[in-house]
């Protein structure tokens, strides 16, 4: 049995307060790794928030790793960990902006990343839409990443599979409502075979996000094996066999941040 311990950052970031959402991201995985845990996954979006351009805009979005993400890595590399961290980024070569999500190993290193591919228009109108689509090896697995509308349909999520993923990872900012969830992770599941891995957000945004009743969740063979909700800030943990494929715990473990 090869267990692992996966912690969601199921956290509350403050649209447009990149300093203070970092310092929360921080604090949230300092919390993770006195969890016990092997794999941490953050929301979408959680530096800036979802709606960011409409406050601060895109300036200060840099190429990475910028002295932050550095920084960060230093800490990653601190407590031992592995982690998927959505960040914003800005291409070093064409000047264009993604809306990426990083993995970091336990020594610190930036090993892969997968920028968005279903980018959507509106509030997402900054962000090019990403051309690679392939897993990241993890050492143990390869985890092929999704992010938030990645997984509307089956396309990337089987690209990745047929690249050797052997399990799926989704980073979102996905509340209920008019265009909410409705099925799309259990599908995928369905439609390749690999469990999935969902790691939403709490807290609220202007007009009509309110992710205060977002759920994380674990899913496999279509059908959900964990749900969380939370109305503040808290990291969600449970075990996972990653030879077998099989979860390991019977409810996610609460620790508030």
Not at 71 to 77: A, R
Not at 179 to 203: F, K
Request: with cysteine; net charge negative.
């Amino acid at each position: 049995m090869t267990k692992q311990r996966i912690s969601f950052l199921h956290i509350a970031p403050e649209v447009g307060q990149v300093k203070d959402n970092r310092r929360l991201v921080e604090s949230a995985l300092k919390v993770a790794a006195s969890e016990g845990a092997d794999w941490v996954l953050t929301p979408e979006l959680c530096i800036p928030g979802y709606l960011f351009t409409e406050k601060i805009g895109c300036d200060w979005i840099l190429p990475q790793p910028d002295p932050w993400m550095q920084d960060f890595c230093g800490l990653v590399k601190d407590q031992g960990l592995t982690v998927f961290l959505s960040h914003p980024e800005r291409d070093p070569e064409t000047g264009k902006l993604h809306n990426t999500v990083f993995v970091i190993d336990p020594l610190g290193e930036i090993i892969g990343k997968h920028r968005k591919i279903r980018t959507l228009r509106g509030a997402e109108g900054w962000s090019s839409p990403g051309i690679e689509i392939k897993p990241v090896d993890c050492t143990t697995v390869k985890a092929g990443i999704l992010i938030c509308s990645d997984a509307y349909q089956n396309e990337v999520a089987q690209k990745l599979k047929d690249q050797g993923a052997q399990l799926l990872v989704s980073l979102v900012s996905w509340g209920p409502g008019r265009c909410g969830p409705d099925g799309e992770w259990e599908q995928r599941t369905a439609d390749t075979g690999l469990p999935i891995m969902v790691c939403n957000r709490s807290g609220a945004e202007e007009g009509e996000l309110d992710y205060r009743s977002a759920e994380s969740v674990v899913a496999q063979d279509g059908r959900r094996l964990l749900t969380a909700t939370s109305d503040r800030s808290v990291v969600l943990s449970f075990d996972w066999d990653m030879e077998t494929m099989t979860l390991l715990s019977e409810d996610f473990d609460r620790a508030y941040v």
